[in-house]
């Protein structure tokens, strides 16, 4: 039997040593599965004994160590483009204003949480390098220096000032009544519409439960019959479920983030896209098909085998 808090003792000097990790590289290290790591990565993430990035390496986050975020940029080439650009413009000009900004790089420093911290001055949306404090920041845009604009005098001749003064709109009498009618039923409304009878008993419609089809209740019966316990329903259609599920272990309960698939093929985007979603949780994936899956996906399977599993329908 694995005792866990060994393992989470021995999980934690491995990252403190090498720095923000994948769970391939803790597994390694431990030897053991990278299943089973990534079941402690998630329970220790939770408990807060460890972090998680938001930039993904092959699809998975990084962990580490409160104090280790400054290594995270070394892991700067996996993003994209645009987000790289917006933390060069970032780290050199430490605080950037929001508005200032060219649309693709405001996207691009919603999306880089790990670098990009966001906040408020003078009621405008500005932008710190993560390796500034959010007062060194206010501190920095303190000490830029204000454009100082000299006020121009404008001389205006009486001339022109009489001219301004005919040039005055002229409002008629029938503009008048116009907008006293206007104002009158604008105020009709809104009497009507605070008014709330309190006699009149609202029916509120009752939200019809789609019944399952033939494929989805299958699929339930099968994860029962395999001791998989779904504890939470994401998605329900026809051909496509999607839930969390625990399975009990040696090591204690692993959930894993589960989609079900009515195709004849399983192709390598389906498993990309489930284990793109599975990460974001973050949790282990499991693929479930009544079909085939494609030699591209399979090859996809055993790269991320340690957190990423295939149950065919019998």
């Excluded at 405001?106 to 911290?117: H, P, T, Y």
């Excluded at 845009?141 to 000299?150: A, C, G, I």
């Amino acid at each position: 039997m694995i005792q866990i808090h060994e393992t989470h003792n021995k999980i934690i000097d491995i990252i403190r040593k090498r720095g923000p990790s994948l769970p391939m590289h803790v597994a390694k290290e431990i030897n053991m599965s990278s299943l089973f790591i990534s079941a402690f990565l998630a329970e220790m993430v939770s408990s807060r004994k460890i972090r998680i990035s938001n930039l993904k390496v092959g699809g998975s986050p990084l962990y580490y160590l409160e104090g280790q975020e400054p290594a995270l940029e070394n892991f700067h080439n996996y993003l994209h483009p645009k987000e790289s650009e917006a933390l060069l413009s970032l780290k050199n000009n430490k605080v950037l204003k929001d508005n200032e900004q060219e649309p693709a790089i405001r996207v691009a420093l919603r999306s880089i949480k790990d670098f990009a911290f966001s906040f408020s001055f003078n009621g405008e949306v500005y932008w710190r390098y993560f390796m500034l404090s959010e007062q060194d920041a206010i501190n920095h845009l303190h000490s830029l220096k204000p454009v100082s604009v000299k006020p121009i005098d404008v001389v205006v001749e009486n001339k022109e000032l009489q001219d301004i003064e005919n040039k005055k709109p002229v409002v008629t009498q029938e503009e008048i009544k116009k907008e006293k009618h206007k104002k009158k039923s604008i105020m009709k409304k809104e009497t009507e519409t605070l008014f709330q009878n309190p006699l009149i008993i609202k029916e509120e419609k009752q939200k019809k439960e789609k019944s399952k089809s033939a494929f989805v209740l299958n699929v339930i019966d099968f994860l029962n019959k395999n001791n998989f316990k779904i504890i939470e329903e994401k998605d329900c259609k026809a051909k496509e479920y999607r839930c969390i599920v625990e399975v009990k272990s040696q090591l204690g309960t692993i959930h894993f983030f589960t989609e079900a698939r009515d195709k004849k093929t399983i192709s390598d985007a389906d498993i990309k896209k489930l284990l793109s979603d599975a990460q974001k949780i973050p949790l282990p994936a499991l693929i479930i098909y009544p079909g085939e899956i494609s030699k591209k996906a399979r090859e996809y399977l055993i790269k991320y085998s340690s957190i990423l599993k295939a149950k065919k329908i019998e």
